[in-house]
């Protein structure tokens, strides 16, 4: 079992930064991709982005690429969303996943946070 839990999520305004945590616990997540979702009010869960277990690649939705880096530190199991440039359309619950194949799809994610709540004011 992993678990996972976010941070870092606030009410921020348009044009500002904010950077999300998710700290891994229990089996060692090193090996897994881990990856961020997010859900919007009265939308579907939607990818964002994700890295792989060694960090060498990541993957960036359209909506958020150029805006959002994906990183994480293995040493420390933490992963991290640095979010810049943030719109009102990037108000949403983010999500945390973790799974040693991961992808772009959610239902390909084994474990899952609880989510941290980005609001972002216009």
């Known amino acids: 079992q992993v678990q996972l839990v976010e941070s870092g999520g606030k009410l921020v305004q348009a044009g500002g930064s904010l950077r999300l945590s998710c700290a891994a616990s229990?089996?060692?997540?090193?090996?897994?991709?881990m990856g961020w979702f997010r859900r919007a009010p009265g939308k579907e869960r939607e990818f964002v982005s994700a890295?792989?277990?060694?960090?060498?690649?990541?993957y960036y939705a359209n909506s958020i690429k150029g805006r959002f880096t994906i990183s994480r530190d293995n040493a420390r199991d933490v992963v991290f969303l640095q979010m810049a440039s943030l719109k009102p359309e990037d108000t949403a619950v983010y999500y945390c996943?973790?799974?040693?194949?991961?992808?772009?799809?959610?239902?390909?994610?084994?474990?899952w946070g609880q989510g941290t709540q980005v609001t972002v004011s216009s």
């Open positions: 229990g089996r060692t997540s090193n090996n897994y991709v």
């Open positions: 890295i792989t277990s060694s960090g060498s690649a990541t």
């Open positions: 996943a973790s799974d040693p194949v991961g992808g772009i799809f959610s239902d390909k994610y084994t474990y």
